[in-house]
């Protein structure tokens, strides 16, 4: 049975921790996961968001861990991303979490900001702190504290058809009214130039930083998304739909766009480097990716990425903290690398020849480099549902660009207590 973290969860945590490092056999000696002999015991529960591609890899790395720690058990739970933020805050209120959780960057301080994750400064899970990439570690802070670690970070990118691109003739596109002038050379080879996802908001911010808006200004506390960039972002995704240069669809868009592209029935779609590997086995060498086409402003894409932590209740917090720091070890995310060419978050990995020979990961590491940060505020996942609202009005002929964009705002206001 978890320990209550109720409001004293922070202050729990942090006694836990002073245990820890103040402790001289060896094993951490914080309240749990600890043995007479100095070794680690007791069972670890990992809930692991990764999708089904990945989840294999995850667990036997998870498995690796037991080998190195026979006396640790790690029961390893592939829970869905749709509701594993809310699946895990319920489960901590209840004091039933995991002891170890896989988050988005987005998640880290909501959960923070309500006492359910440990606080890992001067802990075990954070090793070699100055080797991971300042725009990961940035999303594991929370009020001048470390509640994460980063275990991949990503953005997204255009990837295209190489074949039907040369069929059509048709270059790289480096901005949307590229993606639009298109449009008459891939209908003559049978082919749509661009899926849009209507029903992922994190798909709409690419459009957003293209015409040089953002979602919040988190420093002054201003909403912004309804200024006159963000109108342009709506107005500038309408338009691709409105001039055949696009499809879309405002449900089962991951299964729609993977499809369609799969199938040669659009050129190009817009994706993370979750999604290499299925990309690669449905088109092989076809298979490209560039930049993600510019707006009127700039060329841009958001920051995202998944951290690993530690739940404030645990009672098995010596345990947690190594099998954190061994998820997010250099040689583990070398392997995470080979095996999914998902992108790391310590810069050390990036010199390890097998990751310099990637090419996926080399072209997205600069994309990376430029990727704009989302606000790490409290409310920051909760920012996207009034979007996704606004943008399927909007694709469905219910509210204008101007509309769309007035309506989150409002949404975001009443989100943002006292923000302008």
Same mark, same amino acid.
């Given at each position: 049975?978890?320990?209550?973290?109720?409001?004293?969860?922070?202050?729990?945590?942090? *006694?836990?921790?002073?245990?820890?490092?103040?402790?001289?056999?060896?094993?951490?000696?914080?309240?749990?996961?600890?043995?007479?002999?100095?070794?680690?015991?007791?069972?670890?529960?990992?809930?692991?968001?990764?999708?089904?591609?990945?989840?294999?890899?995850?667990?036997?790395?998870?498995?690796?861990?037991?080998?190195?720690?026979?006396?640790? %058990?790690?029961?390893?739970?592939?829970?869905?991303?749709?509701?594993?933020?809310?699946?895990?805050?319920?489960?901590?209120?209840?004091?039933? *979490?995991?002891?170890?959780?896989?988050?988005?960057?987005?998640?880290?301080?909501?959960? +923070?900001?309500?006492?359910?994750?440990?606080?890992?400064?001067?802990?075990?899970?954070?090793?070699?702190?100055?080797?991971?990439?300042?725009?990961?570690?940035?999303? %594991?802070?929370?009020?001048?504290?470390?509640? *994460?670690?980063?275990?991949?970070?990503?953005?997204?990118?255009?990837?295209?058809?190489?074949?039907?691109?040369?069929?059509?003739?048709?270059?790289?596109?480096?901005?949307?009214?590229?993606?639009?002038?298109?449009?008459?050379?891939?209908?003559?080879?049978?082919?749509?130039?661009?899926?849009?996802?209507?029903?992922?908001?994190?798909?709409?911010?690419?459009?957003?930083?293209?015409?040089?808006?953002?979602?919040?200004?988190?420093?002054?506390?201003?909403?912004?998304?309804?200024?006159?960039?963000?109108?342009? *972002?709506?107005?500038?995704?309408?338009?691709?739909?409105?001039?055949?240069?696009?499809?879309?669809?405002?449900?089962?868009?991951?299964?729609?766009?993977?499809?369609?592209?799969?199938?040669?029935?659009?050129?190009?779609?817009?994706?993370?480097?979750?999604?290499?590997?299925?990309?690669?086995?449905?088109?092989?060498?076809?298979?490209?990716?560039?930049?993600?086409?510019?707006?009127?402003?700039?060329?841009?894409?958001?920051?995202?990425?998944?951290?690993?932590?530690?739940?404030?209740?645990?009672?098995?917090?010596?345990?947690?903290?190594?099998?954190?720091?061994?998820?997010?070890?250099?040689? %583990?995310?070398?392997?995470?690398?080979?095996?999914?060419?998902?992108?790391?978050?310590? +810069?050390?990995?990036?010199?390890?020849?097998?990751?310099?020979?990637?090419?996926?990961?080399?072209?997205?590491?600069?994309?990376?480099?430029?990727?704009?940060?989302?606000?790490?505020?409290?409310?920051?996942?909760?920012?996207?549902?009034?979007?996704?609202?606004?943008?399927?009005?909007?694709?469905?002929?219910?509210?204008?660009?101007?509309?769309?964009?007035?309506? %989150?705002?409002?949404?975001?206001?009443?989100?943002?207590?006292?923000?302008?």
């Amino acid at each position: 049975m978890r320990r209550s973290i109720g409001t004293t969860a922070v202050v729990a945590a942090l *006694a836990l921790a002073a245990t820890a490092c103040g402790s001289d056999d060896g094993d951490g000696g914080g309240d749990g996961g600890g043995s007479a002999g100095g070794e680690l015991s007791g069972t670890v529960t990992f809930w692991d968001t990764s999708n089904e591609t990945e989840a294999e890899v995850f667990q036997a790395v998870a498995e690796a861990f037991e080998d190195e720690h026979p006396g640790v %058990t790690v029961d390893y739970v592939n829970v869905g991303f749709d509701d594993a933020q809310n699946r895990f805050k319920n489960a901590a209120a209840a004091n039933e *979490a995991p002891d170890v959780m896989r988050t988005e960057v987005a998640w880290v301080a909501d959960f +923070a900001s309500l006492g359910y994750l440990y606080p890992l400064d001067g802990t075990a899970a954070v090793e070699n702190e100055d080797d991971f990439l300042p725009t990961a570690w940035a999303s %594991t802070q929370f009020d001048g504290q470390t509640y *994460a670690v980063p275990q991949v970070t990503d953005t997204l990118a255009l990837f295209y058809n190489r074949a039907l691109l040369e069929e059509a003739g048709v270059e790289v596109p480096e901005s949307l009214d590229d993606v639009e002038a298109s449009t008459d050379a891939f209908d003559a080879v049978g082919a749509t130039p661009l899926y849009v996802r209507g029903d992922d908001p994190y798909w709409f911010l690419p459009f957003l930083y293209g015409e040089g808006g953002d979602m919040v200004d988190a420093e002054a506390q201003r909403v912004t998304i309804d200024d006159e960039a963000g109108v342009a *972002a709506f107005a500038r995704m309408q338009s691709l739909i409105d001039s055949g240069a696009a499809i879309t669809d405002t449900s089962d868009g991951w299964e729609n766009m993977m499809s369609t592209f799969a199938d040669g029935e659009v050129a190009m779609m817009v994706n993370g480097p979750w999604a290499i590997a299925d990309a690669t086995a449905a088109l092989g060498e076809d298979l490209g990716v560039a930049p993600v086409p510019a707006g009127g402003q700039t060329q841009a894409s958001p920051l995202g990425g998944w951290n690993y932590g530690v739940y404030a209740g645990t009672p098995e917090a010596d345990a947690s903290f190594e099998f954190v720091r061994y998820m997010s070890s250099a040689a %583990t995310q070398q392997r995470v690398t080979e095996e999914l060419s998902l992108l790391p978050t310590r +810069a050390s990995v990036y010199d390890a020849e097998s990751v310099q020979a990637n090419e996926m990961v080399q072209f997205f590491k600069p994309a990376v480099d430029v990727a704009h940060e989302r606000p790490w505020i409290p409310q920051a996942q909760s920012l996207f549902e009034p979007l996704r609202i606004s943008v399927q009005a909007m694709l469905t002929g219910s509210a204008s660009p101007a509309e769309a964009a007035a309506d %989150t705002g409002e949404a975001y206001r009443d989100l943002l207590e006292d923000w302008q």
